[in-house]
């Protein structure tokens, strides 16, 4: 666990233990929640599909392919409850490979229409 008070910078950072030198990692989805067991009931989008969602969410340089680097603001859901739960799914591809998920960005997903 890492103590932090609220409004306060959580600085992250995800390595990709690999001997290939050309992997890639992309953050895909980054989401906080209040309990540690249950991620279903009550949820935070920092990032979704590729999409930022939190406006404290920053990026920071790195100096390898294999590593990224970002922050996010503290906060908590609810005074009665200062724990913040973080799952972060991250996508590891081939470097230079465009078509692969970690050069695709965020991903908007269009709304069907509801038929009649």
Known sequence: PYYVDINQN????AYLHSSDPNLVLFVDTCVAFPTPNNVTTVTYDIIRNGCVRDSTYATY????????????SAFQFIRYNPLVYLQCELVVCRAYDYSS??????????KREASS
């Not at 340089?61 to 996010?72: A, G, I, T």
């Not at 998920?101 to 269009?110: E, M, P, V």
């Open 61 to 72: 340089y790195s100096p390898y392919r294999h590593m990224v680097r970002f922050k996010v």
């Open 10 to 13: 959580l600085f992250l950072e």
């Open 101 to 110: 998920r970690c050069y695709q960005g965020c991903i908007t997903r269009s």
